[in-house]
């Protein structure tokens, strides 16, 4: 124990604590491929345990942005880490990769080893959901830094795929239709927006109850979790010739349905297709946003889209509900560049 270090506001013990902790959790996480390595320099997989012909690897990287700012309003902290895996796992996905490891980054103003686990828990939670192992990560204690109750937590993710089957939009072509998957709700986007409509600019309550939002509380469904897709997608993928699929993050629709088309294709998207989420219904009204602002930050309630031929949808839409997805019909690729919402 160094005690200079710790008056310098960095606890040794508090991290030994944690690491005790968050062991549990990591075990949990546990798939073929995955080396004991928690506590070395760097985490091992063995890729060989795949038997993938011709791998392609497939990495991403995210955090969780400031919807952190809710989690320490509410003093909640055991969601946000499913943010930080979905947020990384939903983009592998897209091409056709299914996640195989994930490590996390906690930066901390204070290491409080309770509130540490409830974080890793929540990275954990994600992992087990997205079927990859949690082999590594960091805690940094940063006094100075960071305020003594607020975290910063992001992740990387790998995830692998046979090269013969990689989706890199190639296969997209106008005619397919688009399958969108829900969202549970804001995901881990567009929070500045959120913060500035409902607490700086309307002074809303974060512990009261709302008639829009059928009488639940407002931070509660703010911190409800980005959705992991990835068993519902595998599913799909094994039966199914998907054509291309895309995660709905920030940016909405008008920035992330363009990434999953060929050039000069587009989309048209029909917005009364699915049912928007309560919280849409709040923000809209509250912060008198239009429905097209607003699908340019926010997902609308999509938070996944799918291309598939027309002979598939059926079979697309059965595997989709089998797995408890809501799953719904929502437009087509189009031979005109461009996103049309057609509301």
Not at 3 to 16: H, I, M, P, S, T
């Amino acid at each position: 124990m160094s005690e200079r270090y710790k008056e310098a506001g960095v606890n040794l013990e508090a991290g030994y604590e944690s690491v005790r902790l968050i062991q549990s959790h990591v075990a949990r996480t546990r798939v073929k491929g995955m080396v004991d390595s928690i506590g070395a320099f760097g985490g091992m997989f063995d890729l060989s345990a795949l038997h993938l012909k011709e791998p392609v690897l497939v990495s991403g990287t995210d955090g969780v942005g400031t919807k952190l700012m809710i989690a320490f309003a509410m003093d909640r902290h055991d969601t946000v880490g499913i943010d930080a895996v979905a947020m990384c796992v939903n983009d592998v996905l897209v091409q056709g990769a299914m996640p195989i490891f994930f490590l996390d980054y906690l930066a901390v103003g204070k290491n409080k080893p309770k509130q540490i686990e409830q974080l890793v828990k929540g990275v954990a939670d994600g992992c087990v959901m997205a079927e990859c192992a949690l082999i590594g990560g960091e805690t940094a204690e940063m006094p100075d830094m960071y305020r003594e109750d607020h975290y910063d937590i992001a992740g990387f993710c790998v995830g692998a795929v046979e090269k013969a089957r990689l989706l890199d939009g190639r296969a997209i072509a106008p005619g397919q239709v688009l399958i969108g998957l829900a969202s549970s709700g804001c995901h881990s986007n567009g929070f500045s927006l959120i913060r500035k409509i409902l607490f700086k600019d309307h002074h809303l309550d974060l512990h009261a109850r709302y008639a829009q939002l059928k009488d639940q509380v407002l931070g509660d469904v703010l911190l409800t979790p980005t959705r992991i897709y990835v068993k519902a997608v595998k599913q799909v993928l094994a039966q199914v010739a998907v054509k291309g699929m895309c995660h709905i993050t920030g940016g909405g629709f008008f920035e992330n349905v363009p990434r999953m088309l060929g050039k000069g294709m587009g989309a048209r998207i029909a917005m009364n297709a699915f049912p928007m989420p309560d919280i849409f219904t709040l923000l809209e009204e509250v912060g008198e946003l239009s429905r097209t602002e607003m699908a340019n930050v926010f997902n609308m309630g999509i938070g996944f889209i799918m291309a598939v031929d027309p002979d598939d949808v059926d079979q697309t839409l059965a595997i989709l509900n089998d797995m408890q997805e809501d799953a719904y019909v929502i437009g087509e690729v189009s031979d005109q560049a461009g996103v049309e919402l057609i509301w």
